[in-house]
């Protein structure tokens, strides 16, 4: 269904009031709009995030890569409240000036340097730990294919069908069949593929499940987007679904998924993480 009330204006002006969920933070510059600094501890690495997918992959990493032993992976998270606008601190800005989370201030060295963008992170580190990324070229090759399969889909599914399903102040047939349509699109690459192999890339598990894992699960879990997995039919994508569940059950991945979580039942959530400790108490289980 169009819209019969608006006409597109020969230029647009930036005086246009952008409506809905995230209507006081739409803004089409970029820049700090308050002078704040971040919180830094003493780990070698400091994450200012949220759980949303994006999120979720970082934590998810950094856990797999402490749970293989890798002491020199602990690291510091804190909540950065994009709802808030706390994304567009003098302080957030300086480590992403694309004002997006996840962002990442690596000082395991004698000069700290920042790593934005979560697939830039997730390759980041795989790289400095030697794991979950292959050397072999072809089967790095294939790893890093389907990790940025990831980043360049997660646009169509959250801003575009989640935005537009769940978050739009009015609901629209066009945008909202459109993205639907590739959001089932992606996951039938995805469910072709695992009716292959165990894992995206092959028989290991690797980045790209740990990059594609936070977007597929919740549509499987029917834990995002209102009803979006009844609306998408998501029972049907099988293979997804198994692949999903056995990555749930990961100890890292439980872990993961509730950093820097701070919606939901109290005993899932987890403002900052400074220690394995503060899981202590945490209901960590994920069935679905």
Known sequence: MA???????????????????????NRPTAGAREEKALPV???PFQLYSLATPNGVKVTVLLEELLEAGHKAAEYDAWTINIGAGEQ???????????????????????????????????????EKFGMFLPT??????????WVFWQ???????????GHFYAYAPEKYEYPIDRYAMETKRIFDVADQQLAKTR????????????????????????????????????????????????????????RGRIVN????????????RHAAEDF??????WTF
């Open 3 to 25: 819209d019969p009330t608006y006409t597109p204006p020969a230029v647009w002006s930036a005086d246009t009031v952008s409506g809905g969920r995230f209507a006081s933070i």
């Open 199 to 254: 894992y995206l890339a092959g028989d290991e598990y690797t980045l790209a499940d740990i990059a594609n894992f936070p977007w597929l699960a919740p549509f499987v879990a029917g834990q995002i987007y209102n009803d979006a997995k009844t609306f998408l039919s998501i029972d049907e994508y099988t293979n997804v679904a198994r692949w999903a569940r056995e990555i749930a059950a990961r100890p890292a991945v439980q």
């Open 261 to 272: 979580k701070v919606w939901g039942e109290e005993n899932t959530q987890m403002r900052e």
């Open 88 to 126: 567009f601190t003098s302080g957030f800005v300086d480590v992403n000036p694309n004002s997006k989370i996840p962002a990442l201030l690596d000082q395991s060295g004698p000069v700290p340097f920042r790593v934005f963008e979560s697939g830039a992170i997730l390759v980041h580190l795989a």
């Open 41 to 43: 501890g003493q780990h």
């Open 151 to 161: 980043v360049a889909s997660g646009p169509f599914m959250g801003g575009g069908f």
């Open 280 to 285: 202590a108490g945490k209901n960590l289980d």
């Open 136 to 145: 072999d070229p072809a089967s790095r090759a294939e790893v890093l294919s």
